[in-house]
């Protein structure tokens, strides 16, 4: 016979598990395991009359339509039926809450998606803002993909997230800022005299050729012009090493950092800057390289390199 000990345990349900759930922008690496949960919901990419998901199948024909058409590539929300339909399909999978984290709702509404499907989801969702986008979000989902696998229940998953959210820096350099300063996606500082006006912006960039980009509190700010590809690799290179020491310094990294690299058709570029970085910052945990998505490249542009680094994920 099972003694009283053995029946409490046995009457003792399994708590159920954190679902993660984010947004294509993400720029997640392709090796991130057959133990994850997360579901990606695709942001769409339209022109003119045209419309796919990010990296869908369909995206191609998209592409290629709107490069015979001269049609202007430009990126909407998911609906908030896409989200409604993940999050009972978590709970339907047996997940017993849902963390929902997105690029910045400074940038998209992609938030605000999320938070109306939320409301009538069948399983509590926690909704919250990552504070940028690309590699800089994708450091954050992996955060909380490791807290959830942890076994950690809803708020210490958000709780995980949201500081490594406050802790990640993000730098990428760009060839044309044109379509992120025609979307209003710059943020400018008005007593900053390194962040002029559009105007001004245009006019500089046709002597100067590569503009290096922070993203700071969700906001995407200038930080410097520069001539060459090579130049602003160095730069890369310096901004986040400077990071790295003061995470590192002022204890937050602990023993070590992640840094993630991203590109938009710049696979050596790219590898160059890991490289680099590998050799110049003593503690890297994780380093890993990936493409960004098509709606990433929409508002970046071809020839765009970024790193973002964070302190290593306690639950990783």
């Known amino acids: 016979m099972p003694g009283e000990e053995d029946q409490h345990a046995a009457g003792r349900a399994e708590p159920r598990p954190v679902a993660v759930v984010t947004d294509s922008s993400a720029s997640l690496?392709?090796?991130?395991?057959?133990?994850?949960?997360?579901?990606?919901?695709?942001?769409?990419?339209?022109?003119g009359d045209l419309m796919a998901d990010d990296n869908d199948a369909a995206l191609s024909a998209?592409?290629?339509?709107?490069?015979?058409?001269?049609?202007?590539?430009?990126?909407?929300?998911?609906v908030p039926g896409r989200f409604t339909a993940v999050y009972r399909a978590a709970a339907d999978g047996g997940a017993g809450a849902?963390?929902?984290?997105?690029?910045?709702?400074?940038?998209?509404?992609?938030?605000?998606?999320?938070?109306?499907?939320?409301?009538?989801?069948p399983v509590p969702v926690r909704v919250l803002d990552g504070g940028g986008i690309g590699t800089g979000l994708g450091l954050v989902v992996l955060a909380a993909m490791a807290?959830?696998?942890?076994?950690?229940?809803?708020?210490?998953?958000?709780?995980?997230?949201?500081?490594?959210?406050?802790a990640v820096g993000s730098y990428f350099a760009v060839d044309e800022p044109d379509a992120l300063l025609a979307g209003g996606r710059i943020a400018r500082d008005p007593g900053d005299p390194r962040d002029p006006s559009p105007a001004s912006v245009r006019a500089q960039e046709r002597l100067v050729s590569r503009t290096?980009?922070?993203?700071?509190?969700?906001?995407?700010?200038?930080?410097?012009?520069?001539?060459?590809?090579?130049?602003?690799?160095?730069?890369l290179v310096r901004l986040a090493t400077d990071l790295a020491v003061s995470m590192a310094a002022d204890g937050s990294a602990g023993p070590a950092v992640?840094?993630?690299?991203?590109?938009?058709s710049a696979p050596d570029r790219a590898a160059e800057l890991a490289d680099r970085l590998a050799a110049a910052i003593p503690y890297v945990g994780r380093l890993y390289v990936t493409e960004s998505s098509t709606a990433i490249r929409v508002h970046s542009g071809p020839g765009m390199v970024g790193v973002s680094l964070a302190p290593c994920a306690a639950d990783g």
């Open 212 to 235: 290096v980009l922070r993203i700071r509190a969700g906001r995407i700010g200038i930080i410097e012009r520069v001539r060459t590809r090579a130049a602003a690799i160095d730069l």
């Open 98 to 121: 849902v963390l929902s984290v997105h690029l910045s709702g400074l940038l998209s509404g992609t938030l605000s998606s999320a938070a109306l499907a939320a409301a009538s989801a």
């Open 147 to 166: 807290a959830a696998r942890a076994g950690r229940c809803l708020d210490e998953v958000a709780a995980t997230a949201a500081k490594r959210a406050e």
């Open 258 to 264: 992640d840094v993630a690299v991203e590109h938009t």
């Open 29 to 47: 690496p392709d090796d991130i395991g057959s133990g994850a949960s997360v579901t990606i919901v695709p942001l769409r990419v339209l022109a």
């Open 62 to 78: 998209l592409l290629e339509a709107a490069a015979r058409r001269s049609e202007r590539l430009t990126t909407a929300r998911p």
